[in-house]
Structures are given as structure tokens and as C-alpha cells.
């Protein structure tokens, strides 16, 4: 069997047919036995798709022959061949659901006025040139920084992206205005829409990680600015960059160290619970972590499963 690979990758780019790309692109994801999920709006592509490694690379010759995709960066992981259930190919309003779809602008190039792309290597010069200045602005849902992020950054409150708009305009962050602020996300693209947002509101200097904290990862592992694990949206969950990455997450319940999210017990609720192995044993029904004192009670009662 050869290697499972997962392909992260996103494009931005005038598209005047989505549904055709749409329709083009489950046709050959489904002729190369892919499964994932891919976004495509009248701004561009955003996926990320798990297979074969030979029916990736021939995914990604295909899917560059299209000439707005042509500059498109994917990146590689490692996978299992079983991150996601099924295909899910769409066509939507925005590629990241900032509800500000009239405020982003996309050219030839990619997307206009936002901050300026710097390499990993580039992140760190500007680091040693401008020292604490520097200012890392997690442009993630807040939850993911829980299990990783870079080190002293500042964490948004957000619970999804459509909460940014509305936390950089509530003035929370306006001593940082003046400021080099380095933004960052998992792949890159989310950060391709809070640059602009916050260029748009009065940050002079706003930077944005090219390729995101996963080519941050891959040319630093964990000897660099960032600690611990990434949140991934598949049932890996979360991927180390070394051997000795650290576990900075804490279980919700008995604060242990702890990585990896665990699905709400309760069938209508789709939070994801923070949880160590020894507490996700435990024998009650909690929905998100506003039940945690629930499971407290059960922790200090020996209420584990056999």
C-alpha cells in the first residue's frame, strides 16, 4: 500500500464559473479516490483533501492546469487514509466565512491589500531586527491555541472567523496599531482575510505567515517560536512537528497535559472538550465544557469506567 498523505492548500483568484469548477473538481477527486473538503467562491479554492500519494500528485497536476491555479503552495502531511468520512465540494459566498465578502478584493496576483507575506526564516529576522516590538496575532478560532500556538502570542477572543471583524472593532487591540503584528493560522488563508480586516482598520504594519504555521513547522519543528501541537479539522485532530513537542493544553476537568479534543457525548452538541485519557473515561454525559463541574464531582468521586 503506498503512503496517506493530506494535501492543505487554498488559491485566490477571480473564478467567473464556480459551479463548473465545482463540478470539475468532485468529477476528479472521485476518479482519483480523494476524500475531503473543498470551497470554492468567486474569490478562489480553499481544501484540503486525504489519498494516495500518487492520486495526490496527479490531483495537483491536474488541479494546476487551471490557469488561476497555477501558483497554488500545497502542503504535504502525513496521513492515515482515513481523515475524513466522505467528499464535500461546494460552492459558497466566501472562502472564509468572515461575513465581510464585499470588503475582499482578488486580482491575478491573489488578494489585495493585504500584509505582507514573510517567509518562516523572514518571521524570525524580523523578530531579531524589531525584538519585542513584534506582536504574534493568532488568526484562529480560540480554541486551536489551546494545544498550540507561538509563544507569547495574543489569542482573539473568537469562537468562529465570523467573530474577528467584530473583536478588532471593538478597540481591544488598538494600542497595537502602530506596531508590527505578525498574524497567523493554520494554512495561511485565514490570515489572507484578517490582514486585510485589520489593514482596513487603521494597522499600519501587519504581517501574515506564508504557508501558515504549517511551513513555519516544517522548516523549524520545535526549535523555533512556535510550541506545542496543531489543531488539524480531521480526525487526526492535532500533529506534532517533532518528536519532542510539548504538551502546553490542559484536560478541562483535571488540567493534566492533554492534546487532543474529544467529541461533546451528547448527539446534538458538536463542541469539542479538551480531555486526558484518564478524564475522558469518566462515566458521565457533559456537553462542552460548561459541564465540567459535573464531571469534577464524578473525578472526585472515583466515577471511572473499568
Not at 66 to 83: A, D, L, R, V
Not at 266 to 292: P, Y
Amino acid at each position: 500500500m503506498n503512503p496517506q498523505k493530506v494535501l492543505l492548500y487554498y488559491g485566490f483568484t477571480p473564478i467567473a464559473d464556480p459551479v463548473a469548477i465545482q463540478l470539475w473538481q468532485k468529477n476528479l477527486c472521485e476518479a482519483l479516490n480523494l476524500k475531503g473538503r473543498i470551497l470554492i467562491s468567486p474569490t478562489g479554492i480553499n481544501g484540503t483533501v486525504g489519498g494516495d500519494i500518487d492520486d495526490l500528485r496527479k490531483y495537483v497536476k491536474y488541479t494546476k492546469k487551471y490557469p488561476g491555479f497555477k501558483k497554488i503552495g500545497f502542503k504535504w502531511s502525513q496521513g492515515t487514509g482515513n481523515e475524513f468520512p466522505k467528499l464535500y465540494v461546494a460552492v459558497k459566498k466566501e472562502l472564509v466565512a468572515f461575513d465581510n465578502p464585499d470588503e475582499i478584493k482578488v486580482d491575478e496576483k491573489g488578494v489585495v491589500g493585504g500584509g505582507q507575506h514573510l517567509r518562516p526564516e523572514q518571521v524570525h529576522e524580523l523578530v531579531k531586527e524589531r525584538g519585542d516590538d513584534v506582536v504574534f496575532f493568532d488568526g484562529r478560532n480560540q480554541f486551536e491555541a489551546k494545544i498550540g500556538k507561538f509563544k507569547n502570542a495574543i489569542v482573539p477572543d473568537v469562537d468562529t472567523s465570523r467573530d474577528f471583524v467584530r473583536e478588532i472593532e471593538s478597540g481591544k487591540y488598538d494600542h497595537l496599531k502602530e506596531k508590527p503584528v505578525v498574524t497567523y493560522c493554520t494554512g495561511g488563508i485565514r490570515c489572507e482575510i484578517l490582514s486585510v480586516v485589520m489593514k482596513n482598520r487603521g494597522f499600519k504594519e501587519v504581517y501574515q505567515i506564508d504557508g501558515g504555521i504549517v511551513k513555519y513547522g516544517e522548516k523549524f519543528a520545535d526549535d523555533g517560536l512556535w510550541e506545542g501541537s496543531l489543531y488539524t479539522f480531521d480526525s487526526r485532530m492535532a500533529i506534532d512537528f517533532s518528536t519532542k513537542t510539548k504538551v502546553i493544553g490542559e484536560c478541562e476537568i483535571c488540567q493534566a497535559p492533554s492534546k487532543i479534543f474529544r467529541n461533546c457525548r451528547t448527539k446534538t452538541c458538536h463542541e469539542l472538550i479538551l480531555l486526558c485519557d484518564s478524564c475522558c473515561k469518566l462515566e458521565v454525559e457533559f456537553c462542552g465544557a460548561g459541564e465540567v463541574s459535573k464531571a469534577l464531582e464524578c473525578l472526585k468521586s472515583s466515577c471511572f469506567q473499568s
